[in-house]
């Protein structure tokens, strides 16, 4: 079985090239990359030689010159594998005098029909050389029989016709060897085809078949078709209702947001109330302590005015008994420093009367200061009391 090297630094190459290669009934050596090809080569002899020819280490043209360079292995047939060629690589192929240049990726099986292309015309100096050694022997009879110079010449007739029947025989059989190589290429050639229709047979199977697998999924897809409409269809209801909730939704927010505006405002303004009511509950607080005291003042009034008339009594009772005490003066000169006190008392008694009358009088102002206050600020309780009823009937109705 003819032995194949692959040399290429990718995988999805070698793999392919690996495949093609066995269905087709040939034997595949993988080589990672340039090093390990050169290995390899110098271990064994494969009958081709393929090698990309852009690899990290050893480049395909470097895998050819050493294959060309070894006595051994020279005549290998070596084929370089690019995924560009130009005219570049065709010269470099040439110099290190590659067998060709095929493209990558591969199309169809261009890989297989070279390398069996190669193959055959390795075949074809090997046949030729065993085809050779046919024709020597009927040349030994001749050797043989020519140092016999006693032999009648009938025997040298019969001799020499014995030749032409030889040579005409190892003519038939030339001829039979040449129809039997073509035959036997054919049957390759044949045989190649053969195994490369099974191939595309069993591909073109596996492509019918994912084919069918294909058309019963569309067929249930096609058949979920009606479904997917009506599902479609109730879909697009329901985000038409719900575009519509939404839109309600949307004036409520709206609405609500006003509201909550509004019971801000309507917060704000009943605190404000709150805090007046407050303020005047303590204005009514500090009313009732200015009545209180007001009161208070009244009755110190009263008293004062109960203690001026209880003085005016005292000094009425006084002056009665300043005058009996004058109509006695003259009688009672012991009694003149008396006298004398008694007035002294009777002017402080005025001048604390005095005192008093101003002080009932600045009382008495002050009480009506504090009426004209606590009458201003019922008058602000009752405004106040009005617009806290005007509130609660605005809210009620709201």
């Known amino acids: 079985m003819p032995k194949i090297l692959i040399a290429d630094d990718s995988i999805a190459v070698r793999k392919v090239a690996e495949r093609l290669l066995t269905e087709a009934g040939l034997s595949v050596v993988l080589a990672a990359n340039g090093e390990e090809a050169l290995a390899y080569l110098a271990k064994e002899r494969p009958d ?56 990558k990726p591969f199309q169809g099986t261009s890989l297989k029909d070279r390398i069996l292309e190669l193959l055959a015309k390795r075949q074809e100096p090997v046949a030729t050389a065993a085809a050779q050694p046919v024709s020597t022997p009927p040349a030994v009879p001749p050797q043989k029989i020519m140092p016999v110079a006693e032999q009648p010449s009938q025997s040298l007739h019969q001799e020499s016709s014995q030749l032409r029947e030889v040579e ?22 044949q045989l190649a085809r053969a195994k490369e229709g099974e191939v595309q047979l069993a591909t073109e199977r596996q492509r019918v078949s994912e084919l069918q697998e294909k058309i019963t999924t569309l067929e249930q897809q096609a058949a979920r078709i009606p479904e997917l409409e009506s599902a479609l269809k109730a879909e697009r209801d329901a985000v038409g209702t719900l575009k519509q909730e939404a839109q309600n939704w949307q004036k409520t927010s709206s609405r609500i947001t006003e509201l909550e505006s509004a019971l801000t405002a309507e917060r704000a303004a ?15 607080a500090k009313v009732k302590e200015a009545e209180v005291r007001l009161a208070h003042d009244q009755q110190h009034i009263v008293e004062l005015q109960q203690k001026r008339a209880s ?34 008392l009777v002017a402080a008694e005025r001048e604390r009367n005095e005192k008093l009358v101003r002080q009932v009088s600045e009382t008495e102002q002050a009480a009506e200061s504090a009426t004209k206050r606590f009458e201003e600020m019922a008058r602000k309780l009752g405004e106040i009391a009005g617009l806290a009823s005007q509130l609660g009937n605005a809210k009620g109705q709201s």
């Open 168 to 189: 005409q025989q190892l003519q038939a059989e030339r001829i039979r060897s040449e129809e039997l190589n073509k035959r036997l290429s054919d049957a390759t050639a």
């Open 311 to 344: 003085l005016e009594a005292e000094l009425s009772t006084e002056r009665t008994k300043g005058k009996e005490a004058a109509e006695r003066i003259q009688d009672l000169e012991k009694s003149s420093a008396r006298v004398v006190e008694l007035e002294e």
């Open 48 to 103: 081709v030689v393929v090698s990309d020819v852009i690899m990290p280490d050893k480049s395909g043209y470097e895998v050819c010159t050493f294959v060309r360079s070894n006595a051994t292995i020279a005549g290998t047939p070596v084929l370089l594998i690019s995924g560009i060629v130009n005219d570049e690589v065709t010269k470099q192929a040439e110099s290190c005098r590659a067998d060709g240049v095929l493209k």
């Open 270 to 284: 009943a605190e404000q109330l709150v805090q007046q009511l407050a303020d005047l509950e303590g204005a009514s």
